[in-house]
């Protein structure tokens, strides 16, 4: 019995008429955690009801805490009939139970209905007292903490980062259950949205767990995903990167003191083996022994398939999609194996460096200063599948009797079925791992995986970045056999990441090899494409610019087999387009390198989509990319030689034209010093041999362009005239934009505050009739280049700005519907600065780390209202009261300290005079009751919590939203935990709440007010690393219904303007200073 | 290919000024669209037609969820659905809560009912405001009314507390409010040079002078209804031209007093007893309600035009009006000094008003 979880419920507001006779409320509120219900009084005839509760108290073991949320539910009390439901809050108490993170959840919560939306708020109080658990077999992983944010976060040290963690939970769906035919909508979505959440606590518990047996206390990068896969089931599966993770000069210096030192414990990191000798144990086994020796021919020939840019294909054929459910069959048993192992052996054993070295994946995009040592290319892998049915006889049985969700956790049931997808997914796994291989690589960083299902058809895919790390940062022996011996020159670090960690003599792949423009000492290739963020030291001239390919590919309708057949086949041209669209843009940008790369293939009941996004720059130590050439296939022609010089013209003149607008004017470098490229005739035998090797697969591709070089463009049809419209038709930004889909624009440093996130979702109907490829292409193109128009129009008063992290996601909800749906953060930027060289740059960041020691020293300083057994000093009787009033009503606290302030037009009007009239005079009336019930504190107390609500009223604090990992201007100071919520909305009454835009309008918006309402009960003021990961939209305009799915994620931090760091700083002294003086009065 | 859905959501609630305006205009949004690109927005920013839809779509979609938060301003303050920094909600508000003074006009004085609500089709062909916004207009009115309706304290206080209202524009409701309480009739062929701003000047003063809130803080309605009380007593001002002798010596003292000082001396002279006639008359007849509603007809009637078809620049109007006042302090048989006061003091401050072209 590890846990007291302690709820009280306030009061309410605006909640929604229920008794049309009255226009009035009896509203009441149902407490309930797992299997424990509490109800308040009922307050009558009251929109604004006023319940003030006793604290309802849950014991409960630290695995429920975990994994239910606490459910609470307000109804209008009805004396002759049923009561009815006015709408739910789900509150993941996650957060409270670690000790860095919040340590009450307090606020106003939208009271949410599936149906009609938000109704009204509700004031909740929650907080939880942990016992030691000395339990070492214990299921719980409490103290574990999470973040989505894909580098390690601003206020820890990366101790170790220990490397791959997934895990994935099945269940069916009750959207799809028999029961569903004869239960409410609402009652339906409720039960969804309960499970879902129910399934992500135990997921995040299961990770929790696996990052605790290798001896970490955080998961970075933490993405957690749904597969609805319809009939067959629902999946909930998550990866992340495991840590040991050190707060950034602790404050347990500053607080001694601290809630619970059991936990305080499990923060310390496991640094025993923080230099893991890996030069000494693996034998140091060359490289190129490594890339041969390395056996599945598969997965081998399909790389040596990629092109020079190192972009993987992995279709499945055929034969393979069809069968594949059952094909993973030995592969699973080996990898549950070494599970098992592993989690029997959790000493250092040799199965456990086994099991981690099975996938050296990295969820994260951005990285320590030196822990990228080579990046070798993007990998990708993807697969078809055909879905069955998840079958759990057990399961089944459950539901029968009691009706209730009880989750399911496969390794609890004996049946092979569930695991499946773990055997999918591992087999992807497999695959990228082998890729990586193939490059060179022991290591992928930016990895991350997804989905795409259309009815029982589901393409997994799977990419990242082959890359060698240093392995100073790694627990253990994982990357011993692959270290180079490169590691020990010296290299200059902006551009060593450049440099290609496979051996140039036995390339993988044919490339254009070059010496370094930077050291001249290394080869690097001609371009390079990765999954990452931009590292931090790298050299980059000019601008970067958002780069995207577009494609559309029809298929018949099909069944089963047959269409996963299709789609297989179709697989390998799509990657192809995309691939050398990217290549053609980027050339025309004149620009060499993509960051931030995300294929997204989309599958729909007659057509595949394919969209690519990445962030184009001109790295430095990369050579200058060629232009464009456009050939002819028929010469003799006149006019045609005419038309083809005329595009040529065209091309050129807009590659010209970009290189301006991205100011990327490389200093000039004669041909002699950089050396030529590699000599051809090896890479062809290699490629050669490769060929021959896979004479299996079906579809064997060659992406690099055979003999002719990569960026010829032939035209030779209306095909490849359309692309090479299609390349001229993009249209730059307006000036005083850019855009780029990583967390920051290379070639900008000089943010200013000034942030606005948002999502766009656009759907267009495709008239059904003769529709071609080239058609489709061209409504897709025109549909994402609309959408950014719209996007550049609607943000124009925030120029200069950047548009970063701009996040496209496709659907195909219907046949003849495309949905794309956008979300990014608009930032501004001071123009005048905008020209910094790096060199100041670095060294901004250099005064800025020395800062960062000082500004630590005050925060702790801050902390100490908050635990106030710490404080040094007697507290005067009036600091007690504050206190005590802070722990009791901290939402009204906390809504006076996050306040707007933060505007740059800070609001002078008569909005804030008002406010301030009210204010004092309620100061006035609670200052008289003072004096009267000074008696008994316990009363005023009880006063001050009562007049909670009205005084909390004064604003709503800003909750400010963003995709990036930080916010421009401000530091994090505290992570308050993982925000993850799956939202449910359906209407019947489409037309009346403004049609389909009405209703998806009005529900994101909810949904963003949800976000901010949690993450400002937590005690929070920003999201960071936000993002919308599904957005499910189905409608049915003539049944006048519509229902949305939508599962956002993000990390709740506090964080501090800089500027008011400063002031912080220059008030604290006397801060501190008079409650030691008052102390030394009144004793 | 058509665009079956577009939205567009910002954490922070985008909020277009030009757009909120021609949504408060009532414009539909093709004409809006029309009307922006007029404005030359295209040129400006380079977008096309098919994006300015788009934007204009959403901003009206925004602007349709906010207008249930405005009816009740504290709620957009609290609401958690919208963040909107606090200088834009204040604006938000502001802007819905503003009027057109050819709207204001037109139904100043009426009662905010249904039938109206009715006449709201003619008045928008009138005065070529959109119906849409007449409406909301209306509705404001209506609602503002209805929730300060029975409320004690300051009428401005109350409707700035429950609206969030400007001082000014609070003012004006305030106004607005009384005018439509007590029915004053702005309508007539008389009135027609009176702007908004006049009545709502008269309409302070006799909010601050003439209610039940000027002599007792502590009733309902105090800032609403007219002091019956005093409205009776006013009958007692009556002597002062039923009274032959007081008539005469109230007029020598005025003569005496402004003998050389007026440009239209001889006019006032002539016209003393009519005017102050005129005014008393005025007074004793506010016992009616249906004379009441007549008070700035016959103020016009009686004192305004009089002056006018003499020519009188407003400064002698204002050193006659003072001294007409004044003067009754000397009236030895006068009993009824502090009623005068109340009567004259606000009268005399809505006359100047009143009193131009």
């Known amino acids: 019995m590890p846990g007291k979880l302690k709820v009280k419920i306030v009061a309410g507001r605006h909640l929604p008429v229920m008794d049309r006779a009255s226009d009035l409320t009896d509203a009441f509120v149902e407490v309930k955690f797992g299997n424990t219900t509490f109800k308040t009084d009922v307050y009558l005839k009251s929109l604004n009801p006023q319940w003030n509760s006793e604290w309802f108290k849950f014991e409960v073991d630290d695995e429920d805490l975990q994994d239910e949320p606490l459910q609470i539910t307000v109804l209008d009390h009805d004396t002759y009939s049923a009561n009815d439901a006015i709408g739910k809050v789900y509150i993941d108490i996650d957060p409270l139970l670690y000790s860095e993170a919040a340590t009450v959840i307090s606020g106003w919560f939208p009271i949410y209905d599936t149906i009609h939306g938000i109704r009204g708020e509700i004031n909740v109080v929650v907080k939880v007292d942990l016992f030691n658990d000395l339990n070492r077999f214990r299921q719980s992983s409490c103290g574990v903490k999470f973040f989505c944010t894909t580098s390690i976060p601003k206020c820890y040290r990366a101790v170790i980062i220990h490397g791959f963690v997934e895990e994935l939970v099945v269940n069916e769906d009750p959207e799809y259950q028999w029961i569903d035919r004869i239960r409410t909508p609402r009652a339906s979505n409720e039960a969804r949205q309960r499970l879902i959440s129910l399934m992500s606590g135990e997921l995040q518990r299961k990770i929790g767990l696996k990052v605790l047996e290798m001896r970490g206390n955080a998961v970075v990068g933490y993405l957690q995903c749904f597969d609805l896969e319809g009939e067959s089931g629902l999946v909930v599966r998550a990866i992340g990167t495991a840590c040991t993770l050190d707060k950034l000069s602790s404050p347990a210096a500053f607080l001694p003191a601290c809630n619970s030192p059991s936990k305080e414990m499990k923060e310390i990191p496991f640094n025993e083996d923080p230099n893991p000798n890996t030069h000494s144990s693996g034998p140091s086994t060359p490289l190129k022994n490594q890339t041969y020796s390395f056996s599945p021919s598969k997965s081998y020939s399909r790389q040596s398939s990629s092109s020079d840019t190192d972009l993987s294909l992995t279709p499945k054929t055929g034969m393979g999609s069809g069968s594949a459910g059952k094909e993973g069959g030995p592969f699973k048993a080996l990898l549950r194996q070494q599970t098992q192992s592993a989690l029997e052996q959790r000493g250092g054993s040799p199965h456990r460096f086994c099991r981690r070295r099975e996938f050296p994946f990295f969820t994260l995009t951005a990285f320590p200063p030196g822990f990228l040592v080579h990046v070798g290319g993007v990998v990708s892998a993807r697969s078809v599948k055909l879905l069955d049915r998840i079958h759990n006889p057990a399961f089944v049985g459950i539901m029968g009797n009691t009706r209730s969700y009880k989750l399911l956790d496969w390794n609890s049931f004996n049946s092979d079925e569930p695991e499946t997808r773990d055997a999918w997914w591992a087999e992807i796994r497999q695959e990228i791992k082998s890729h990586a291989k193939a490059l060179g690589c022991h290591a992928v960083v930016g990895y991350s995986e997804s989905t795409s299902i259309c009815e029982e058809v589901c393409i997994l895919s799977a990419s990242g970045t082959a890359a060698v790390l240093n392995p100073r940062f790694l627990q253990d022996g994982t990357v011993e056999g692959c270290l180079e011996q490169r590691l020990d020159e010296n290299l200059p670090t902006c551009c060593g990441f450049c440099h290609i960690p496979y051996d140039e003599l036995n390339m993988p792949f044919p490339a254009h090899l070059t010496y370094c423009y930077n050291c001249r000492k290394q080869k690097v290739p001609d371009v390079l494409f990765t999954t990452i963020d931009l590292p931090t030291d790298a050299t980059v001239i000019g601008k970067g610019c958002l780069i995207q390919a577009r494609l559309c590919r029809l298929k018949k309708k099909a069944q089963a087999e047959a269409n996963a057949t299709a789609i297989s086949n179709l697989l390998p041209f799509m990657e192809y387009e995309v691939h050398t669209q990217l290549m053609n843009k980027l050339k025309l940008k004149g620009m060499n390198a993509l960051f931030g790369l995300r294929i997204q293939i989309t599958v729909g009941e007659n057509m595949l989509m394919g969209l690519a996004s990445a962030t184009g720059v001109y790295l430095a130590a990369l050579p200058t990319p060629g232009g464009i050439q456009i050939a002819g296939k028929t010469p003799n022609d006149g006019s045609y030689e005419q038309h083809i010089s005329h595009m040529q013209k065209k091309i050129n003149d807009t590659i010209a034209k970009n290189k301006e607008l991205y100011e990327i004017n490389p200093p000039e470098i004669s041909e002699e010093i950089i050396g030529s490229p590699i000599p051809e005739p090896r890479q062809r035998s290699r490629l050669l041999r490769s060929q021959s090797e896979s004479s299996d697969e079906v579809t064997e591709l060659d992406l690099s362009h055979g003999k002719k070089d990569a960026f010829v463009l032939e035209i030779d049809d209306t095909d490849a005239m359309e692309d090479v419209h299609s390349l001229l038709t993009d249209v730059p930004p307006p000036s005083g934009f850019y855009s780029c889909n990583t967390e920051i624009m290379p070639g900008i440093n000089n943010w200013t505050s000034e942030i606005q996130m948002f999502t766009s979702v656009r759907v267009i109907r495709l008239s059904s009739l003769n529709l071609t490829n080239q058609a489709l292409n061209k409504n897709f193109n025109d549909l994402c280049e609309n959408l950014l128009k719209s996007l550049y129009f609607k943000l124009r008063s925030m120029i200069p700005c950047c548009l970063c992290h701009v996040n496209f996601t496709v659907s195909l909800p219907e046949d003849e519907l495309i949905q794309v749906t956008v979300t990014a953060v608009a930032i501004t930027f001071d123009k005048n600065q905008a020209l910094q060289t790096t060199k100041t740059h670095v060294e901004k960041s250099l005064q800025r780390a020395s800062t960062d020691n000082e500004e630590l020293l005050q925060f702790p300083l801050e902390l100490c209202s908050d635990s106030l057994p710490s404080h040094p000093f007697p507290p005067a009787k009036e600091h007690l009261e504050s206190a005590s009033s802070n722990s009791g009503i901290p939402a009204a606290q906390r809504a006076t300290s996050v306040d707007y302030s933060s505007f740059a037009d800070r609001c002078s009007s008569w909005i804030e005079l008002i406010k301030l009239k009210a204010q004092t005079i309620r100061r006035g009336s609670i200052k008289t009751t003072v004096t009267v019930e000074k008696a008994s504190p316990m009363a005023e107390g009880n006063f001050r919590s009562r007049s909670a609500p009205p005084c909390a009223n004064s604003t709503v604090g800003v909750v400010k939203m963003t995709p990036l990992s930080f916010i421009p201007g401000a530091k994090i100071t505290k992570y308050l935990g993982i925000i993850n919520m799956f939202f449910i909305r359906e209407t019947t009454s489409l037309r009346e709440e403004g049609g389909v835009s009405g209703f998806l309008h009005a529900f994101i918006a909810e949904v963003f007010a949800i976000v901010r309402a949690h993450v400002a009960a937590l005690g929070g003021n920003a999201v960071v690393s936000y993002i919308m990961k599904q957005c499910v939209f189905m409608e049915n305009p003539n049944k006048n219904q519509a229902q949305c799915l939508i599962n956002v994620s993000g990390d709740a931090v506090v964080f501090v303007r800089e500027s008011d760091l400063e002031v912080v700083s220059t008030q604290q002294p006397t801060a501190t200073c008079q409650p030691s003086c008052t102390g030394e009065v009144t004793t | ?357």
């Not at chain 2, 609602?143 to 003012?171: P, T, W």
């Not at chain 2, 002078?209 to 105090?222: E, F, R, Y």
Request: net charge negative; aromatic share 10%.
């Open chain 2, 1 to 357: 290919m058509t665009s079956e859905l577009d939205i567009f959501v910002g954490n922070t609630t985008l909020i277009d000024e030009d757009v909120y305006r021609l949504w408060l205009d009532g414009y539909s949004v093709s004409d809006a669209v029309a009307l922006r690109v007029r404005s030359g927005i295209l040129e400006q920013t380079g977008a096309t037609a098919a994006v300015l839809q788009s934007d204009t779509m959403d901003h009206y979609r925004t602007f349709n969820m906010l207008e249930r938060l405005l009816h009740a301003p504290p709620k957009l303050l609290h609401q958690l659905i919208f963040q909107i920094p606090p200088s834009r909600q204040a604006l938000l508000i502001e802007r819905y809560y503003a009027f057109d003074e050819a709207f204001v006009r037109e139904v100043l004085g009426k009662k905010l009912s249904k039938g109206t609500k009715k006449d709201l089709d003619d008045i928008s062909t009138k005065t070529s405001i959109t119906l849409k916004s007449c409406r909301r207009q209306f509705d404001n009115f209506k609602r503002v009314f209805k929730v300060v309706e029975e409320m004690r304290g300051s009428l401005v206080d109350n409707i700035q507390q429950h609206f969030l209202l400007s001082d000014r524009l609070a003012r004006d409701y305030a106004a607005i409010v009384f005018f439509a309480n007590n029915r004053f009739e702005t309508g007539k062929k008389k009135l027609q040079y009176l702007s908004f701003g006049d009545f709502a000047f008269c309409a302070e003063l006799m909010i601050q002078n003439w209610t039940l809130g000027a002599v007792d803080s502590h009733v309902d309605d105090m800032d609403m209804d007219l002091d019956k009380e005093f409205l009776q007593d006013l009958k007692e001002l009556k002597v002062l031209v039923a009274d032959k002798d007081l008539l005469d010596l109230h007029k020598s003292l005025v003569c005496t007093a402004l003998r050389g000082k007026l440009g239209v001396f001889s006019e006032m002279e002539t016209n003393f007893k009519n005017l102050s006639r005129g005014l008393v008359n005025v007074a004793a007849k506010l016992t009616h309600n249906k004379d009441v509603r007549d008070l700035f007809v016959d103020l016009v009637e009686k004192f305004v035009e009089p002056c006018r078809s003499d020519h009188w620049p407003l400064n002698d109007v204002r050193l006659f009006l003072n001294q007409y006042s004044a003067s009754v302090h000397s009236l030895d048989g006068f009993r009824h000094q502090a009623l005068w006061d109340r009567y004259m003091g606000t009268l005399r401050g809505c006359l100047l008003r009143l009193y131009h072209d």
